[in-house]
């Protein structure tokens, strides 16, 4: 099973292929700062990937988009898109020293805005 070292929490945690590092942290209360759902527009759940980049699934359009939006390079991935296809990944948590900006993507009707 994939597992998940998160440096600055001291925390190892098993994941299941597909998921997200974001719902992976969730499942096992490791906190993940995060404002849309999980829906690739505000960029506050990004982490740092230490080692196993090679694990997650490559940076889609969306994802991208973000990233380049709040000029984050790699190492830099958003937790809600990562997702894990196995081994072992060792990731930071950044702190966040400020508030991020208000979400200003409109929610789909239906969608859960806590999601």
């Known amino acids: 099973m994939p597992k998940i070292h ?3 929490k001291n925390r190892v945690v098993e994941a299941d292929r597909g998921e997200s590092i974001l719902d992976a942290a969730l499942r096992h209360n490791v906190s993940i700062y995060h404002t ?3 829906n690739a527009s505000c960029s506050t ?3 740092v990937v ?3 980049e090679r694990n997650l699934s ?3 359009t969306a994802e991208a988009e973000i990233l380049d939006a709040f000029d984050l390079k790699p190492p830099h991935r958003l937790g809600c898109q990562a997702l894990i296809i196995g081994g072992e ?3 930071e948590i950044p702190d966040h020293a400020r508030a991020p900006r208000p979400n200003k993507t409109p929610q789909l009707p239906g969608s859960d805005p806590c999601g």
């Open 6 to 8: 998160f440096t600055n």
């Open 36 to 38: 849309c759902g999980g």
């Open 45 to 47: 759940c990004r982490v």
């Open 50 to 52: 230490l080692k196993g």
């Open 58 to 60: 490559p940076i889609e």
């Open 89 to 91: 990944i060792e990731i």
